[in-house]
């Protein structure tokens, strides 16, 4: 079973700073997604990675993924405070039909 | 906007009851997972539904059933509820291709008493 782990889970950071979340997993997984979820709210979709080397960004937030380490990270560039939420990583089974989610990290934006 | 609709958005059962949970969304989407969410916790996935078949399964036990309709929409089944089966439960749709996308409803919360 694919295990899907995150750190830190809670974080706590000034507006301009950078900070990076890290998603490791235990087994070959073929996708790696992150999401955001606002407290109350539902999932929203973030990055879906491909490929070792795959790096994608949208505003201040970019995701990588190492297949060979298994891990992947969501870089935070000069934080803002909307950017508060907790992100959530995911891994797909090599059987391609379940998908297991991270524990979440909380991340805290102070102004 | 997901374009993902799940009713209802609140309700409350007492432990022994059957509960039925619905998701919809507009067409094109011939794939729906059904993730449950504990407070403070990630989504835990339940199973998946394409083209009207289970084809993934989570731990969760038989008491957790679904069913996926040609119109797309999907209906998650819980039979003898227990406390912990207190969540969020959430339905994700997705079209099968090179990135399985998965767009989320906002839930259904569900509290056992």
């Known amino acids: 079973e694919l295990k899907v782990e995150q750190n830190p889970l809670f974080l706590s950071m000034q507006e301009g700073k950078n900070y990076t979340i890290y998603c490791n997993y235990s087994?070959?997984?073929?996708?790696l997604y992150w999401y955001r979820q606002d407290p109350g709210k539902s999932l929203e979709s973030l990055f879906v990675l491909l490929s070792n080397g795959a790096v994608k960004q949208e505003g201040r937030l970019m995701a990588s993924l190492d297949t060979k380490a298994r891990l992947s990270t969501l870089h935070i560039t000069a934080a803002v405070h909307d950017l508060s939420a907790t992100y959530f990583c995911?891994?797909?089974?090599?059987?391609?039909?379940?998908?297991?989610f991270g524990s979440g990290t909380k991340l805290n934006v102070k102004p | 906007e997901t374009g993902v609709t799940q009713s209802p958005t609140h309700l409350i059962k007492t432990r022994g009851q059957q509960v039925t949970l619905r998701c919809s969304s507009q067409?094109?989407?011939?794939?729906v997972s059904w993730y449950q969410q504990a407070l403070g916790q990630g989504p835990q996935f339940i199973f998946q539904y394409y083209r009207e078949e289970e084809n993934g399964r989570g731990n969760f036990p038989p008491r957790f059933s679904g069913l996926q309709f040609p119109n797309y929409s999907s209906e998650l089944n819980v039979n003898a509820l227990e406390l912990d089966d207190t969540a969020l439960y959430l339905c994700a749709r997705s079209v099968q291709g090179l990135y399985n996308e998965q767009f989320f409803g906002p839930g259904t919360r569900l509290t056992v008493l």
């Open positions: 995911a891994g797909r089974s090599d059987n391609f039909n379940k998908f297991y």
């Open positions: 087994t070959t997984s073929d996708r």
């Open positions: 067409s094109g989407h011939n794939t």
